[in-house]
């Protein structure tokens, strides 16, 4: 069953949307049905039984783990083992996954400097190759909106431009997740699959995750993005230096957005968005350090942060020079 | 009236299924086109298991679809029972006391197709067992749809075992012992309001999304519920005055009218009030009304749906109010289908869909949704009115079986 359901192909999805009842596809979704079955049958009802291989063991004990935040050290050591051994087996690749704790005393602040960004987005390149966003469904977790001038809400600008930039008596508004301190996506989540961490950083457990959807429905910023196929990175790009909580390979049907690049930022480096920035737009530092670069700006500048009506509290400023 | 030997829990079940099997050819032949459109919506569902929700017309903006908003219309429905139980055990009266367990099944049918909705819906439907207690994790009280996991689950416990107690009885030729079921009958009243109230909080408790971030939603689908509820039930009861032996007091139907205009009006009068706080003075807050109503930028695959809905459900209510056929069922029983199908409109696609357009980031797209949903929902629908359909069956047997004995 696992071997046919990866060769996933956009020509297959648009085949079933547009002939509804060719043979070929009926053949597929008949034969799928009773794959699943039988798998599950196979699965389900003698776990021992020498036919099982080692993945569909690997898989099993996927499928019953906890979530992330309930797993001991050894549990959470085992789950990132069975992970990268899945990945070797499926695509012959070797990841390291990481599940390093947030650092104590640092709590992340991002600022974006609207007077400085010309809106080349390569920080939006940066983000999809850093966090294997899903090239097929064009996934961006960044939105860079072309804005006119005496606008302030990125809603009022065009997120779709397509040409030269900068434009003159234009300027630019990036938008991402914010990780609002009271975020009400984590509150409407009825699993707990998603949650503040210490160090201010929202996160998703991908395989605790549902799919319901009811955490993109509360998000006020447009945060979250939904798998709604299988993602697909090709393999030759695939960051292989990931992390539990971040960049690794989503399931399809699962929520994912922005974690402020969880598998460098714990190890000390910067986003990958605001190393990729020509223009040095985008700040990003610990809120807990007096003598962080984010705290200068919070001090010095003029900011403001988005819908701040709502009382989201998000921990991303925007800041003019 | 003694109790007729052999007659356990296991003839029970077993009479339930005989009597379900048996039946006229007609009979027949509508239970296997049900089962087709089942079986075509399990081919269709297939394709979701597949290749995932991309199969479907949602996309990141419009995140919730068809799905979604039959769901939160099928609620509604189930609500509406209330409607039946509330006079007919509290009040005791005598004309609903005789349809009241059809308002019961009905309300069952439609929590199961809420349920199957919801999984129909999800992206990971095997990771579903997350949600319950003690293995999972249980988001409460913070998160309203954990709350809306416990009242439909709930209210699906309440509606199928006081039936299945007081038909139990009845089944062995007992009476059933009100003691033992009223309590439980209290608790659904007031199930029955918190199951709507709690599937309203899930959209109006999202300040992101101003178009549900609305006080009067609540109250709205509630007094919208009762219409469509008590309108299906009447035809539902038509249906089994006409096709069985059991026949059914004209006295029901003019109360049902009462009751479904009633909340048609008050339905008609908060939707006016919605409509005028929109559009008297609109603000940034308006736009997805706008989107509604009257379109965006070239995007108005809603405005003909919206407009059709709201000009019918104010045809239905008004000759269901003026009543021009005095009583006659050839006015009446269409008047009840075109309010249902109005507020299932409205209820549905009409309050899910604009509720995510624009998006926060003032994206605009309009939904259309695939083949593979209308294929899923048919199923679904086609699941629900079998559900309906066994339960009442079994249930008019025995309850004419012991009228017939007492």
Known sequence: MSSSRRKTDTSIIDDVLKNPSSRRTFLKGASFAAAVTSAALAAGCVPGAEAASEETRLQWKEFFKKNYRLMTQEEKRQTVARLERLAKIRQDMDLQIGTEPPVAGVLYGYGFNISRCEGFMECVSACIKENNLDRKANTQYIRIFEMEPGKLDPATGNGQFFHEVPVEDKFYMGTQCFHCEKAPCTRACPTKATWKEPDGIVVVDYDWCIGCRYCQAACPYYGRRFNWGKPEVPKDEVNRKQHYLGNRLRPKGKMEKCTFCIQRTRKGRLPACVEACPTGARVFGNLLDPDSEIRYVLEHKKVFRMREELGTDPKFWYFID | ?406
Not at chain 2, 169 to 184: L, Q, T
Not at chain 2, 273 to 294: G, N
Request: charged fraction near 10%; aromatic fraction near 14%.
């Open chain 2, 1 to 406: 009236m003694t109790a007729l030997p052999r007659k356990n829990l296991l003839t029970f079940v077993l009479d339930v299924i005989r009597w379900n099997l048996k039946g006229s050819i007609g009979f027949q032949l509508f239970r296997i086109v049900l089962l087709g459109c089942m079986g075509f919506g399990i081919y269709a569902y297939s394709f979701q298991a597949r290749y995932g929700l991309a199969v479907t017309g949602m996309n990141d903006i419009v995140s919730w679809g068809l799905y979604i908003s039959n769901f939160t219309f099928l609620v509604g429905v189930a609500a509406a029972a209330v409607m039946l139980i509330l006079p007919a055990y509290i009040f005791h009266d005598p004309d609903f006391h005789q349809v009241v367990i059809i308002g019961e099944g009905v309300a069952v049918g439609a929590l199961v197709m809420c349920l199957t909705f919801i999984v129909a819906d999800m992206g990971g439907p095997l990771q579903a067992w997350h949600l319950i207690p003690g293995i999972g994790i249980f988001n409460f009280p913070s998160s309203l749809l954990a709350w809306d996991v416990l009242v439909l689950n709930g209210y699906l416990l309440l509606n199928g075992l006081v039936p299945a107690y007081i038909l139990y009885s009845h089944y062995r030729g007992r009476k059933a012992d009100e003691r033992k079921y009223r309590p439980f009958v209290f608790l659904s009243i007031f199930w029955a309001f918190s199951i709507h109230l709690v599937t309203a909080f899930l959209y109006q408790g999202l300040p992101a999304r101003p178009f549900w971030n609305n006080p009067l939603m609540g109250p709205r689908f509630l007094a919208s519920a009762f219409a469509a509820g008590p309108a299906l039930i009447s035809l539902i009861l038509a249906v089994i005055h006409s096709t069985t032996t059991y026949k059914i007091d004209r006295s029901v139907f003019h109360k049902l009218r009462l009751i479904i205009v009633i909340s048609a009006i008050i339905n008609l009068i908060m939707l006016f009030s919605e409509v005028f706080k929109e559009f008297y003075f609109p603000t940034h807050h308006s736009i997805s009304s706008i989107y509604l109503f009257f379109g965006l930028e070239g995007h108005n695959s809603l405005v003909p749906w919206i407009w059709v809905s709201v000009s019918a459900n104010l045809l239905a209510t008004l000759v269901l109010a003026f009543n021009p056929g005095k009583n006659n069922p050839l006015v009446l029983l269409p008047a009840c289908t075109v309010l249902f199908v109005a507020i299932w409109m409205e209820k549905g696609i009409g309050l899910i869909v604009p509720g995510l357009i624009p998006s926060p980031l003032g994206e605009i797209v309009d939904y259309l949704p695939t083949w593979v949903e209308l294929g899923v929902t048919l199923g679904v629908l086609a699941l629900g009115i079998t559900v309906v359909t066994w339960l009442i069956r079994a249930a008019l047997i025995i309850e004419q079986e012991y009228g017939m004995n007492r």
